[in-house]
């Protein structure tokens, strides 16, 4: 069961993978993780990512590499759009 499991996330995960085009570097939008990783609010979220930014730093990493804060424009309702944060992380982050 828990391989299934695995397997499941290891595709979602494979799936929602973005490049940077001109520098080919992988990278995951961090509320498109949010829910398959199982946070249902982005401030739980947003914690959890901030414990790793220090585990980062602890390791002698900088997380400047590796969580890069970004702003994202997401629609509302009627056409509108807003923005809102977001992070974009490498495989190091994830």
Partial sequence: MKSEIVK????????????????????????DLQEPLGYARWENFFTAISRAVESCKTTGCNPDY?????????????????????????????
Avoid: N
Wanted: aromatic share 14%; proline share 6%; hydrophobic share 40%.
């Fill in 8 to 31: 499941t996330l290891q595709s979602q995960f494979d799936h929602l993978a973005q490049t940077v085009p001109d520098a080919e570097v992988e990278f995951w939008f961090a509320r």
């Fill in 66 to 94: 590796h969580f890069r804060g970004v702003t994202k424009m997401i629609p509302t309702g009627k056409g509108a759009e807003r923005p809102v944060d977001d992070f974009m992380l490498t495989r190091y982050a994830c």
